[in-house]
């Protein structure tokens, strides 16, 4: 099992090379690739030191699997050509996500969707990975109609310089700009660049990536995403309405039986998911879970997890555990 990870050196990179270890991915020998600045770094393994390869080295050594989280337009020109040479590329970036040829992927919803024949297989959003992961198991029972979703994402969604910025500021450095605001002690209701309806690329996302994971066209999804000086960990309020009534005990039963959901809900005892408890896990957290008295058949929950872990490389990784398990590599 050669395992490749395209963007090694980077934050969603890192993260799945500690994920791929953690969780004893069967690498029998692993392909760090990354841009030619980073040619030649070495980085760490399960202990062992690998040097880090430029693209067309990565491509010559004809791994099993490339994990890719490089950029949308490193992925285009790239993933086709690891393909080509019969690698199974599983990436991270929106390059793929909306093309019809393309499965999009969140393994606790719709792994099955998976044959031998899918040689590129798209990573959703992290923002839309952890809120399907609870809303799926919900709408299994009632049949989701629709879902309003404001979003509180953390820095580490834009990466490295974007952490830099957050703590600079902190200390006072007000010199180092990636986001066009102040970041810290602040909110910027502001993920990617516009588009032409006034909504944001990442709006759009949660929306069209929603109905094509969950494969039902008729889910209308609107959405507000927002960036919040947090490190580690996405938190959503989601308010979803279904065409079933439902009872508030058995939704909650629901979610603490759906495979990768922790239920956090005493709201006697404070207890409620926070970016903290993320922090860290490959599980979404899920608190807050009400009946929305404003209108029948609809309910309000908080949705959270780390966008790092189960928003990118874990999900990347649990794929790929998937495809082993299913003898679909190859």
Request: with cysteine; charged share 25%.
């Amino acid at each position: 099992m050669k395992v490749a990870v395209v963007g090694a050196t980077g934050l969603v990179g890192s993260e799945m090379l500690k994920v791929l270890a953690e969780r004893n991915f069967p690498v029998t020998e692993l392909v760090p690739v990354a841009s030619e600045k980073s040619v030649g770094l070495e980085i760490e393994f399960k202990g062992k030191p690998y040097k880090v390869v430029s693209m067309e080295d990565g491509i010559k050594a004809r791994p099993t699997i490339a994990i890719f989280s490089a950029g949308g337009s490193t992925s285009l020109e790239y993933a086709p050509k690891f393909a080509e040479v019969g690698t199974t590329v599983i990436d991270n970036s929106s390059a793929w996500r909306m093309n019809p040829a393309n499965k999009l992927v969140v393994p606790e919803v719709n792994a099955h969707v998976l044959t031998k024949a899918d040689k590129i297989i798209a990573n959703p959003n992290c923002s839309t990975i952890q809120m399907v992961v609870a809303l799926n198991p919900l709408h299994q029972k009632y049949g989701l109609q629709r879902v309003v979703v404001s979003t509180y994402q953390s820095v580490t969604g834009t990466g490295k310089k974007a952490v830099d910025q957050l703590f600079n500021e902190r200390k006072g450095d007000f010199n180092y700009k990636v986001y066009p605001y102040q970041i810290d002690l602040n909110v910027l209701p502001h993920i990617d660049v516009f588009l032409e309806n006034e909504y944001t690329k990442e709006e759009m996302k949660m929306v069209l990536e929603t109905k094509k994971i969950m494969g039902d066209d008729n889910i209308r999804v609107t959405a507000t995403t927002v960036r919040i000086p947090v490190v580690g960990g996405h938190s959503e309020s989601v308010n979803a309405e279904f065409a079933q009534e439902f009872d508030i005990q058995e939704v909650k039963q629901l979610l603490a039986q759906a495979e990768g959901v922790i239920v956090k809900d005493d709201v006697k005892n404070l207890q409620y998911p926070m970016p903290l408890d993320s922090h860290g896990r490959d599980e979404v957290f899920v608190g807050r879970i009400r009946r929305d008295e404003t209108q029948p058949k609809t309910l309000n929950m908080w949705i959270v997890a780390d966008n790092l872990r189960k928003g990118a490389a874990t999900n990347a990784v649990q794929i790929a555990e998937y495809l082993v398990a299913k003898d679909l590599l190859g």
